[in-house]
């Protein structure tokens, strides 16, 4: 089983705000590219790393005190010091599905 990379809008947008880690896969717009031997794809963003959702989540949670929680029927909740409960959404299809879409949302709140 391999973990789930997130989506090219979401890792533009956690570029944007701050998120960089290490990885051998970056993507491009509609697209994912693993690398074989470290080489780097470019577009008009720059480089843009495809980080696992888990990743993503941790960073979010370490970094920015937000944390995303997937209950029940794929729904997600975003909890923050401030405001225990900042924003949700409901109806995905997936767990993985509404995670990235709570990943999105909790991105706008840095």
Known sequence: MKEQLILFETAK?????????????????????ETEEG?????SYGFITASTQ???????????????VIPGKWAFIIQTEENN?????????????????GLQEALKLV
Do not use: C, M
């Open 13 to 33: 947008l956690a570029k944007e705000k701050g998120f960089d880690e290490p990885s051998d896969t970056y993507v491009t717009k509609g697209d994912k590219y």
């Open 39 to 43: 080489a780097f794809f470019k577009n």
């Open 54 to 68: 888990f990743l993503l989540q941790k960073w979010l949670r370490e970094e920015h005190n937000i944390h995303i």
């Open 85 to 101: 409960s900042a924003a949700h959404g409901y109806d995905y299809v997936s767990y993985e599905e509404a995670l990235e879409a």
